[in-house]
């Protein structure tokens, strides 16, 4: 009995997880909120259900399995959302209002750094 109330509370935390991320993706105005809307409760909601399944499956290769993809999603997930923000960033999308990033200098661009000073000639 309490093992079904565990494995039904852990979905229900899951789907309303994934809920919150997937009505972030539509509402939200600019590709740095929603990768953190995607990004946040979308893992927290699919790890969750993955260990839903481990509650379910037990320590066995079924169980085992879950707990490797929530270690992939917590491995994967930032880097993905890191990804994501630089590729928008170089491209040029502007933050909404006043922010800004923290330092001008933080930011590396390959492509500036590796020009050579003008010369006078």
């Not at 997937?22 to 105005?29: A, S």
């Not at 600019?30 to 399944?53: C, D, E, Q």
């Not at 590729?87 to 922010?99: D, K, P, Q």
């Amino acid at each position: 009995m309490i093992h079904d109330i565990v494995i039904v509370a852990l979905i229900v935390v899951g789907v309303f997880f994934l809920t919150v991320g997937t009505i972030g993706l539509l509402r939200l105005p600019n590709v740095y909120n929603r990768m953190h809307a995607t990004s946040k409760p979308t893992t927290l909601g699919t790890a969750a259900i993955f260990l839903a399944g481990f509650v379910e499956f037990g320590p066995g290769s079924e169980g085992l399995t879950a707990l490797i993809g929530i270690v992939f999603l917590f491995l994967t997930v930032p880097t993905g959302s890191h990804m994501i923000a630089r590729a928008a960033e170089r491209i040029g999308i502007s933050f909404l209002g006043s922010v800004t990033w923290p330092d001008a200098s933080a930011v590396e661009r390959p492509d500036q750094s590796d020009e050579a000073e003008p010369t006078d000639d």
